[in-house]
């Protein structure tokens, strides 16, 4: 049974640095390309960053870059997001989500991906 798991969540002050990781069961993550996205109250769910299964191709929302970073470990089937500099309008619940697909331009679209986490609520407040 297919199962993801983001934790890393919580309260942090504007400047401050979080670590979310996305642990998957019931399949391996070599073989999926891995998404992030985030959802605040009131807003659509928009994707923050996604990275391929193959030769680790990375997309990032622009609102992130520079400031967010994705990275894969298939050996320990771990995705991490380690987030910098996090703003007040970075406050949202992020999921991690898997896709078969392979995405390039289309890789912020929730609707090609199959499979999500619960989400874990990141808060950024002084």
């Known amino acids: 049974q297919v199962h993801i798991v983001e934790s890393g969540g919580g309260l942090v002050q504007p400047g401050g640095s979080l670590r979310l990781s996305c642990v998957p069961s019931?399949?391996?993550?070599?073989?999926?390309?891995i998404g992030w996205f985030r959802q605040a109250p009131g807003k659509e769910r928009e994707g923050v960053t996604y990275?391929?299964?193959?030769?680790?191709?990375?997309y990032y929302a622009d609102s992130v870059k520079g400031r967010f970073t994705i990275s894969r470990d298939n050996v320990k089937n771990t995705v991490t997001l380690q987030m910098n500099s996090l703003k007040p309008e970075d406050t949202a619940v992020y999921y991690c989500a898997r896709t078969s697909l392979i995405l390039r331009n289309s890789w912020s679209n929730p609707n090609k991906f199959d499979y999500w986490g619960q989400g874990t609520q990141v808060t950024v407040s002084s």
């Open positions: 990275m391929s299964r193959r030769n680790n191709v990375t």
């Open positions: 019931g399949f391996s993550l070599d073989r999926y390309d």
